[in-house]
């Protein structure tokens, strides 16, 4: 295999697809404007929790396939092909997407660029980016030099990174080079070998592909949601609820479970961009609809910090045992995670907080610093009024009464991921609260 791989931007994303395609046989240079972020991947050391990447990282750095730099110049003299994997956050104060970021890296990349190329931009873009950048990129044809353009979005999700960039389920790809095309088959011939389909279409296909597959999840999560605040008021069962409506193959379980809602680096801000992208074109009421999802997921965490409140008869002096601050299992990620937030706002209404998460306490202690952060899930329920279980990892959802009511304070418990069984709780003496769940339950 010939072709030489730059990936620039080493974050969650950048960093696995880098090891993932040295993994796949290719020579691999992965790019970062952050010297520090640089220096630990040289290392091996993943700056980022997630499963099976350090193995596969120290693995190609050591058979010498995968190698870090800062330097700009020696991926443009290095690559036959360079994926774009930087950061669009949202914009501060705004909905919209920050550009400036995948900007900066496309137009320094093919000012260092020194040869034909193929530039694959896989960041998460508002529709109408790769069009936009077509042209900036055509500029530089009068260097006699050819470099094609692909908009191929990703799919992994945190905590799967791994397994979801070696067997993907589908690879979209939007160009309008059949080169690019053939490069991008010869990439991903082993997945393309396992049949995993490859969609070739348009840039503006390829892009909104991305941002209508998590509109579509956070939906699922959001409709639960508000299903959730229907049961809380007239009695029911949303786990079955969720269980009976997903045995219908049109709907599936997946993404319906009620609980303190999504968050993380994409979600979130993706549904934001979408709308703002949206109403640029004109098209002000057609995404409306998701601001209603956004309000619905962030109502989610006033529930919590209510029945919080509500069993505690007050905040001031409590003492609150939060467990999970990730935005889900499997990942150290804290980037609007709804745990995390909760938290901080149980401590800014007077609680003392005390965290416990098996990965993100250091993530969340950058963040919010004046939390009581713990290194065992007994140290945080010590002498708790109330314990709170935000994010579903399996420490958590194996939690028994019995492991920690002799030390708590009092043996009250919200389980904002439904994930815990209120007979077991109530039977053992617990007051027991869900999202979901009516109070007088
Ligand atoms: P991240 O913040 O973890 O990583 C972005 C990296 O880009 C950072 O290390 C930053 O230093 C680097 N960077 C910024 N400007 C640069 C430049 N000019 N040159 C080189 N490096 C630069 O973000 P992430 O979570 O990896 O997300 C990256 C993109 O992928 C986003 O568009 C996101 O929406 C999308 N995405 C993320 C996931 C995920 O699960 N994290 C999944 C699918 C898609």
Partial sequence: MGKRLTVIGTGYLGATHAAAMAELGFEVLGVDVDPKKIDSLSRGELPFHEPGLPELLLKHIDSGRLRFTTSIEEAGAFGDVHFIAVG???????????????????????????????????????????????????????RGIEIDLA??????????????????????????SPKAHAALREVYADAISRETPYIATDFETAELVKVAANAFLATKISFINAFAEVTETVGGDIRTLADAIGLDNRIGRRFLNAGVGFGGGCLPKDIRALQARVSELGLDRTMRFLSEID???????????????????GLEGKR????????????????????????????????????????????????????????????????????????????????????????????QIVDGRNVLGKDEWESAGWTFRALGLRSSD
């Fill in 88 to 142: 669009t956050p949202q914009r501060a104060g705004e909905d919209a997407a920050d550009m400036t970021y995948v900007d900066a890296a496309v137009s320094s990349l093919v000012n260092a660029i020194t040869r034909d190329a193929l530039i694959v931009g896989k960041s998460t873009v508002p529709v109408g980016t790769a069009r936009r950048l077509k042209s900036l990129i055509d500029e530089f044809k009068a």
């Fill in 295 to 313: 309000e619905i997921n962030l109502r989610r965490r006033d529930r919590v910090v209510y029945l919080a409140e509500e069993l505690l008869g």
């Fill in 320 to 411: 609150v045992a939060v467990l999970g601050t990730a935005f889900k299992p499997n990942s150290d990620d804290v980037r609007d995670s709804p745990a995390l937030d909760v938290a901080a706002r149980l401590f800014s209404g007077g609680a003392e907080v005390s965290v416990y998460d098996p990965k993100a306490n250091a993530n969340s202690a950058q963040r919010f610093p004046r939390l009581n952060y713990c290194s065992t899930l007994a140290e945080a329920v010590s002498g708790a009024d109330v314990v709170l279980v935000l994010t579903e990892w399996q420490e958590f959802r194996d939690l028994h009464p019995q492991g920690i009511q002799s030390l708590v304070n009092n043996k």
């Fill in 151 to 176: 908009w191929n979005p990703e799919f992994l999700r945190e905590g799967f990174a791994v397994q979801d960039t070696l067997r993907p389920d589908r690879l979209v790809v939007g160009t309008d």
